[in-house]
């Protein structure tokens, strides 16, 4: 019986992080390259995108912005819009939610701003969403 021969196949290293997962195994939380470091904390951006698209009374589009004050202290304030139909009244609580899932979830402090539906750029490519202003 012949054997059939493969072409070598190379191997690609796709910068995905493969990270352990208690309930299913292992999941990838995003490319390596995407990653940020904030405060020590390597944060990516999908993680946060699926905190985000968790919480009710905030639209789809929001920025991260990063920057270091005059202490040397490095900060992220994130702009999120609110819900379209949302309630601007709600904003300070909904403010503190947003802020209390992050804490617990990627174990950082953050700055939240809620601005109105429609005030931040959409694109119909993929649309940036962090902005380093570390120097």
Same mark, same amino acid.
């Given at each position: 019986?012949?054997?059939?021969?493969?072409?070598?196949?190379?191997?690609?290293?796709?910068?995905?992080?493969?990270?352990?997962?208690?309930?299913?195994?292992?999941? @990838? %939380?995003? +490319?390596? $390259? #995407?990653?940020?470091?904030?405060?020590? /904390?390597? !944060?990516?951006?999908?993680?946060?995108?699926?905190?985000?698209?968790?919480?009710?009374?905030?639209?789809?589009?929001?920025?991260? @912005? %990063?920057? +270091?004050? $005059? #202490?040397?202290?490095?900060?992220?304030? /994130?702009? !999120?819009?609110?819900?379209?139909?949302?309630?601007?009244?709600?904003?300070?609580?909904?403010?503190?939610?947003?802020?209390?899932? @992050?804490?617990?979830?990627?174990?950082?402090?953050?700055?939240?701003?809620? /601005?109105?539906?429609?005030?931040?750029?959409?694109?119909?490519?993929?649309?940036?969403?962090?902005?380093?202003?570390?120097?």
């Amino acid at each position: 019986m012949p054997t059939m021969c493969l072409p070598n196949l190379k191997k690609y290293q796709t910068r995905c992080k493969k990270v352990s997962n208690q309930v299913s195994g292992y999941s @990838i %939380l995003g +490319r390596s $390259d #995407d990653m940020i470091i904030f405060r020590g /904390v390597n !944060i990516y951006p999908g993680h946060a995108d699926e905190i985000l698209s968790g919480i009710k009374g905030i639209g789809s589009e929001y920025q991260v @912005i %990063l920057t +270091r004050g $005059d #202490d040397g202290r490095d900060y992220m304030n /994130v702009k !999120i819009e609110r819900a379209e139909d949302g309630d601007p009244a709600g904003d300070p609580s909904l403010a503190e939610h947003i802020q209390g899932r @992050i804490r617990k979830e990627l174990m950082v402090s953050i700055q939240v701003e809620i /601005v109105n539906y429609g005030d931040l750029p959409r694109s119909e490519r993929k649309s940036q969403r962090v902005f380093d202003y570390r120097t």
